[in-house]
Protein backbone atom coordinates (compact mmCIF):
# COMPACT_ATOMS: atom_id res chain seq x y z
CA UNK A 1 0.00 0.00 0.00
CA UNK A 2 0.93 3.21 -1.11
CA UNK A 3 0.45 6.36 1.21
CA UNK A 4 -0.03 9.81 -0.40
CA UNK A 5 0.43 13.23 2.04
CA UNK A 6 -0.30 16.48 0.12
CA UNK A 7 0.78 19.88 2.01
CA UNK A 8 1.25 23.14 1.00
CA UNK A 9 -2.47 24.51 0.71
CA UNK A 10 -3.77 27.75 1.54
CA UNK A 11 -4.58 31.14 0.45
CA UNK A 12 -3.73 33.28 -2.54
CA UNK A 13 -4.41 36.65 -4.46
CA UNK A 14 -4.67 36.26 -8.09
CA UNK A 15 -1.67 36.64 -9.96
CA UNK A 16 0.30 34.91 -7.19
CA UNK A 17 2.25 31.58 -6.81
CA UNK A 18 1.77 28.58 -4.80
CA UNK A 19 3.94 25.27 -4.19
CA UNK A 20 1.99 21.92 -3.25
CA UNK A 21 4.00 19.10 -2.49
CA UNK A 22 3.27 15.00 -1.98
CA UNK A 23 5.14 12.94 0.05
CA UNK A 24 4.57 8.95 -0.63
CA UNK A 25 5.63 5.88 1.70
CA UNK A 26 4.61 2.57 1.73
CA UNK A 27 5.80 1.37 -1.65
CA UNK A 28 8.92 1.76 -4.45
CA UNK A 29 8.17 5.52 -5.28
CA UNK A 30 10.08 4.92 -8.50
CA UNK A 31 7.60 2.32 -10.13
CA UNK A 32 4.96 4.69 -9.69
CA UNK A 33 3.89 8.10 -12.71
CA UNK A 34 2.20 11.01 -10.37
CA UNK A 35 -0.03 12.56 -10.81
CA UNK A 36 -2.06 16.08 -9.16
CA UNK A 37 -6.12 16.35 -9.37
CA UNK A 38 -8.16 19.06 -8.56
CA UNK A 39 -12.36 19.06 -7.45
CA UNK A 40 -14.02 22.50 -7.15
CA UNK A 41 -16.95 22.38 -5.15
CA UNK A 42 -19.97 21.18 -7.39
CA UNK A 43 -17.79 20.38 -9.94
CA UNK A 44 -16.00 16.87 -11.29
CA UNK A 45 -12.18 16.18 -10.24
CA UNK A 46 -10.32 17.14 -12.89
CA UNK A 47 -6.98 16.16 -14.07
CA UNK A 48 -4.07 18.68 -13.84
CA UNK A 49 -1.05 17.07 -14.73
CA UNK A 50 1.07 14.20 -14.34
CA UNK A 51 4.77 13.01 -14.68
CA UNK A 52 6.00 10.18 -15.07
CA UNK A 53 8.47 7.66 -12.73
CA UNK A 54 11.92 8.91 -13.81
CA UNK A 55 10.64 12.56 -13.68
CA UNK A 56 11.41 12.75 -17.86
CA UNK A 57 7.84 13.09 -18.93
CA UNK A 58 5.06 15.37 -17.83
CA UNK A 59 1.76 16.01 -19.16
CA UNK A 60 -0.70 19.00 -18.32
CA UNK A 61 -3.94 19.82 -18.88
CA UNK A 62 -4.63 22.56 -21.11
CA UNK A 63 -6.04 24.81 -18.65
CA UNK A 64 -2.49 24.80 -16.76
CA UNK A 65 0.21 24.30 -18.92
CA UNK A 66 2.58 27.09 -18.73
CA UNK A 67 1.43 28.25 -15.08
CA UNK A 68 2.02 24.46 -13.43
CA UNK A 69 4.90 22.81 -13.14
CA UNK A 70 5.15 19.35 -11.97
CA UNK A 71 8.56 18.29 -10.38
CA UNK A 72 9.60 14.88 -8.70
CA UNK A 73 12.60 13.65 -6.49
CA UNK A 74 12.85 10.18 -5.84
CA UNK A 75 15.35 10.54 -3.50
CA UNK A 76 13.04 11.97 -1.15
CA UNK A 77 9.91 10.38 -2.29
CA UNK A 78 8.19 13.66 -2.79
CA UNK A 79 5.97 15.55 -6.47
CA UNK A 80 5.68 19.15 -6.17
CA UNK A 81 3.21 21.05 -8.13
CA UNK A 82 4.72 24.73 -8.73
CA UNK A 83 1.50 26.84 -9.31
CA UNK A 84 2.40 30.10 -11.19
CA UNK A 85 0.02 32.79 -12.38
CA UNK A 86 -2.96 31.81 -10.24
CA UNK A 87 -6.36 32.30 -11.00
CA UNK A 88 -9.60 32.01 -9.05
CA UNK A 89 -10.94 29.03 -11.06
CA UNK A 90 -7.56 27.04 -10.06
CA UNK A 91 -9.95 27.44 -6.53
CA UNK A 92 -9.99 23.84 -5.75
CA UNK A 93 -8.77 20.58 -3.36
CA UNK A 94 -5.64 19.35 -4.99
CA UNK A 95 -4.68 15.70 -4.94
CA UNK A 96 -1.91 13.65 -5.80
CA UNK A 97 -2.36 10.00 -7.36
CA UNK A 98 -0.28 7.31 -8.06
CA UNK A 99 -0.48 4.75 -10.11
CA UNK A 100 2.06 2.09 -12.17
CA UNK A 101 0.66 3.13 -15.81
CA UNK A 102 3.66 3.47 -18.17
CA UNK A 103 1.96 6.79 -19.81
CA UNK A 104 1.59 10.17 -18.58
CA UNK A 105 -0.92 11.36 -20.77
CA UNK A 106 -2.96 8.00 -19.43
CA UNK A 107 -2.79 9.30 -16.35
CA UNK A 108 -5.43 11.35 -16.81
CA UNK A 109 -7.75 9.05 -18.38
CA UNK A 110 -7.75 6.65 -15.68
CA UNK A 111 -8.49 6.14 -11.92
CA UNK A 112 -4.81 6.10 -10.45
CA UNK A 113 -4.56 2.95 -7.84
CA UNK A 114 -3.77 5.39 -4.50
CA UNK A 115 -4.70 9.33 -4.20
CA UNK A 116 -3.93 11.51 -1.05
CA UNK A 117 -6.52 13.14 1.21
CA UNK A 118 -6.28 16.58 -0.36
CA UNK A 119 -5.18 20.06 0.04
CA UNK A 120 -7.37 23.06 -0.10
CA UNK A 121 -6.06 25.87 -2.94
CA UNK A 122 -7.93 29.26 -2.56
CA UNK A 123 -7.14 31.79 -4.96
CA UNK A 124 -8.84 34.46 -4.10
CA UNK A 125 -9.69 37.73 -7.66
Known amino acids: QVQLVESGGGLVQAGGSLRLSCTAS????????MGWFRQAPGKEREFVGS????????YYADSVRGRFTISRDNAKNTINLQMNSLKPEDTAVYYC??????????????????WGQGTQVTVSS
Open 97 to 114: AADRVTSVQRMGAINPEY
Open 26 to 33: GGIFSSYA
Open 51 to 58: ISRTGIGR
